[in-house]
């Protein structure tokens, strides 16, 4: 979930330390007692070799998909804790997905779920990926997120704020825990966890360990950390590692989202660290057409296949219909921002952050559905459609 500027001026000194430290202990108590025995890691298997990044990626159909979260979700924690898991909604909107073309969504999940109930997260996440194989959907699944509020809570999640974009997603891990070395535990085991539950289930599509792990949150400048990218560079190395041990069948990655990516000389540590680790590489663009196609031609060099996991904002000339197509020509897949509108609100804008609105832009700035699962534009779910080869369903 890119925002228009990657930099926030320093927050004052300690504002927030405080509560940061009093929440760790309750929270590493009740990651005591929730843990599970899980497999340790092993020796480090090796990155996947260009070679076969590409022979994975020719097997897939072209790679056409959303972020999905379901309508009645305010955020990752609301899709899958106990009391709010719908499937039945799921298998609706997913359904959805396949008839208007897509076969791949992205999803994001949490390590607080992880701890809260691992065997029934476990078989939620199960639950979701049958519901998904049904409809011919493949999940790539989102472990870590730095983006919007710093402090997530388990439990009932609040309700949206009205006319803001995204206003209750959650960052994970919190930044509380995120340099706790004790709690380093807990994200080892929730990803080996995750990962070998599906290592070999070729219905899972790959990892996409953190979603722009360097992403400052800067509507939170009373809780963010000041020192989040360096902690970051710290720990992304050792998430991927600790993927990597499991050998998954599906491919790792993370994906860049801002700045230089051409030029190891003037990427920046983080996305250095994300295109040097990924067996497929990924990254974020909601620019127009022109810059998106440069966008692909400064990662081409890699040699890897390439997904854009995060694209379509309408009204900054990002659209199905300008993007898509050169998706398709240069051969790279595809996640709209995101599929059903819902709690989450993200046809609002990013500057609702800054001042909410009354009612739904026009456009909208993403979303191909609207709630009653209607497209918002029925020529974006043609467009998908014509270039899938999909027929229209009857």
């Given amino acids: 979930m890119i925002r228009p500027t ?38 480090d298997a090796a990155r996947w070799s260009p070679e076969r990044a590409n022979r994975w990626y020719e097997a897939q159909d072209w ?3 959303a972020n999905y979260i379901p309508s009645n979700a305010v955020n990752q924690l609301e899709m899958f804790q106990p009391g709010t898991f719908d499937p039945l909604r799921i298998d609706a909107e997913l359904r959805l997905a396949r008839l208007a073309g897509l076969n791949t969504v992205r999803v994001f999940l949490h390590d607080l779920l992880w701890i809260q109930d691992p065997t029934g997260f476990a078989r939620r996440l199960g639950h979701f990926v049958d519901i998904a194989a049904r409809h011919g959907i493949k999940p790539l699944f989102v ?18 704020r009205p006319g803001v974009h995204n206003s209750r997603w959650v960052q994970s891990p919190g930044a509380e825990n995120l340099d706790d070395r004790r ?36 509507q939170y400048r009373d ?17 991927f590692r600790w993927a990597r041990s499991v050998d998954p069948d599906q491919p790792l990655t993370s994906g860049v989202w801002d700045g230089p990516w051409g030029d ?10 994300q295109l040097d680790n990924s067996d497929v590489v990924s990254f974020h663009s909601y620019a127009n057409p022109a810059e998106f196609d440069a966008r692909i031609t400064e990662l081409a060099p890699m040699r890897r296949p390439l997904l854009c996991t995060e694209y379509m904002a309408r009204s900054l000339d990002c659209t199905i219909e300008g993007t898509l197509p050169i998706t398709k020509r240069r051969n790279v897949g595809a996640y709209a921002w995101g599929l059903v509108a819902g709690k989450t609100q993200t046809y609002f804008p990013w500057d609702s952050w800054d001042r909410p609105y009354d009612a739904k ?18 020529g974006e779910i043609a467009t998908i459609r014509n270039l899938t080869g999909r027929p229209r369903p009857s």
Avoid at 35 to 42: D, F, K, N
Avoid at 264 to 273: E, F, H, K
């Fill in 6 to 43: 990657a930099q926030v001026t320093a927050m004052q000194s300690g504002r927030g330390v405080g509560r940061r430290a009093a929440l760790k202990v309750p929270l590493l108590a009740a990651a005591a007692v929730s843990l599970s025995p899980v497999p340790r890691a092993g020796a």
């Fill in 264 to 273: 190891p000389r003037t990427r920046s540590v983080v996305a250095g660290i």
């Fill in 183 to 218: 709690y380093r535990r807990v994200l080892h085991d929730y990803v080996v966890a995750v990962l070998t539950q599906f290592r070999h289930d070729s219905r899972v599509l790959g990892w996409d360990l953190w979603n722009e792990p360097d992403n400052p949150a800067r």
């Fill in 63 to 65: 790679l056409v998909g």
């Fill in 361 to 378: 832009p026009q456009p909208w700035f993403h979303d191909l559905l609207d709630s009653d699962g209607r497209a918002y534009r029925a």
């Fill in 143 to 160: 472990l870590f997120d730095s983006c919007w509020d710093p402090q997530p809570r388990l439990g009932r999640q609040p309700a949206p």
């Fill in 223 to 239: 809780t963010e950390r000041r020192d989040k990218v360096d902690v970051v560079a710290d720990l992304l190395p050792q998430v």
